[in-house]
């Protein structure tokens, strides 16, 4: 089973981006699993953003509280991240994997906030 980030892109600054994460070789996808979203900006290390319990719950990091969601579809077996407001200080390389990082990381999707 891989992961697959999608959705990102190149966007002004208060802009909006949805990303997508869904899961490739299973049936079931990521539907039974507590899910989250990361980022890694250049010359950073990755840092937890967003996170999603099965039954829905989620928590984020307060730098992006308030403008970023985190939502799951499990007709489609994906996880979204809904980033609104985006700042500069967003741009990133952004990965979803599991809450207990039993998935590889796979390229993720670039995010680029600029004007």
């Known amino acids: 089973v891989q992961l697959q980030a999608s959705g990102g892109g190149l966007v002004q600054p208060g802009g909006s981006l949805r990303l997508s994460c869904a899961a490739s070789?299973?049936?079931?996808?990521?539907?039974?699993?507590?899910m989250r979203w990361y980022r890694q900006a250049p010359g950073k290390q990755r840092e937890l953003v967003a996170s999603?319990?099965?039954?829905?719950?989620?928590n984020y990091a307060d730098s992006v509280k308030g403008r970023f969601t985190i939502s799951r579809d499990n007709a489609k077996a994906t996880v979204y991240l809904q980033m609104n407001s985006l700042k500069p200080e967003d741009t990133a390389v952004y990965y979803c994997?599991?809450?207990?990082?039993?998935?590889?990381w796979g390229q993720g999707t670039l995010v680029t906030v600029s004007s």
């Open positions: 999603i319990t099965t039954d829905g719950t989620t």
């Open positions: 070789g299973s049936i079931f996808g990521i539907n039974y699993i507590h």
């Open positions: 994997n599991s809450a207990d990082l039993r998935f590889s």
